[in-house]
């Protein structure tokens, strides 16, 4: 029986060696993510600090996000936009009230 050698950290060898590569996973910048999303950069960059989202890892000094990141976002920003719509609908209901008084 021939032995058989330890893992290398991040399976590196294991990737080469293998017909079946190691799935490559896409991460994003704060910068892709607001690119993917058509919104302002310091909206995703509040949206994040306020969601208390952490990060996946570094790329240098950027920050990178797993795809997770773009659904969690979408929902929040569709969440907001609902807000804003009852927020608009109660002002206008509440300047007619003032109006007929």
């Known amino acids: 029986m021939e032995p058989t050698r330890p893992p290398t950290p991040l399976g590196v060898e294991y990737a080469k060696e293998s017909k079946?590569?190691?799935?490559?996973?896409?991460?994003?910048?704060?910068g892709q993510i607001a690119d993917r999303l058509d919104i302002r950069l310091h909206n995703v960059l509040y949206m994040i600090k306020k969601l208390a989202i952490k990060e996946h890892g570094?790329?240098?000094?950027?920050?990178?996000?797993?795809?997770?990141?773009?659904?969690?976002?979408?929902?929040?920003?569709r969440r907001r936009r609902k807000l804003d719509k009852s927020r608009e609908k109660a002002?206008?209901?509440?300047e007619e009230k003032e109006q007929v008084a």
Not at 20 to 30: E, S
Not at 64 to 75: A, E, H, K, Q, Y
């Open 20 to 30: 079946n590569p190691l799935p490559v996973v896409q991460l994003y910048t704060v």
């Open 91 to 94: 002002r206008t209901l509440r």
């Open 58 to 77: 570094r790329a240098g000094v950027a920050r990178v996000f797993s795809p997770d990141i773009i659904t969690t976002l979408r929902g929040e920003l």
